[in-house]
């Protein structure tokens, strides 16, 4: 039986080795978490327009999950609404995974 743990050194990976299997592996995830994002956000595009309205946005971020403060739903939505107050919810997905909120 083992004891749970490798300890043989010829069977360990130096760090320079392993951060780009990480990185494999976290891109991968990212590229699941983005789909499941927009698989969501298709819920509230039934015409798939690739939009979906503001107020929408507003009462997703707001009232459901984790909710937001005003404030800070207004700070992630400021440059996305176009001008009929739609956002392109992939613009929106993008901001918010890569950090731009």
Do not use: H, W
Request: hydrophobic share 30%; charged share 35%.
């Amino acid at each position: 039986m083992g004891t749970g743990g490798d300890t043989d050194p010829s069977k360990q990976i130096d760090f320079e080795s392993f951060l780009p299997m990480f990185l494999d592996i976290q891109k991968v995830k990212n590229d699941q978490t983005k789909k499941d994002y927009i698989e969501g956000f298709k819920v509230f595009d039934p015409k798939r327009t690739g939009y979906i309205d503001g107020s929408t946005v507003r009462q997703i971020l707001g009232k459901l999950g984790e909710k937001m403060e005003a404030d800070d739903v207004e700070s992630v939505l400021k440059g996305l609404e176009n001008e009929e107050g739609e956002v392109k919810y992939m613009d929106l997905i993008n901001k918010v995974m890569d950090g731009g909120c």
